[in-house]
């Protein structure tokens, strides 16, 4: 419970939790970004 109180009350507790968030949504931008390239790379190389 102590490890759970640290990361919500102090300074590097919450800036970790930005950390990992930032992450996430990176992650899912890439994620977007390359399912369209991929996509319109197949439809380019099925003409």
Do not use: C, H, P, R
């Not at 970790?16 to 996509?39: D, F, H, N, R």
């Amino acid at each position: 419970m102590k490890a759970l109180q640290d990361l919500f009350s102090t300074d590097y507790g919450i800036m970790s939790i930005v950390v990992i968030a930032v992450i996430i949504v990176g992650l899912g931008l890439a994620y977007g970004v390359l399912k369209s390239k991929m996509a319109e790379s197949a439809k380019n190389a099925g003409k």
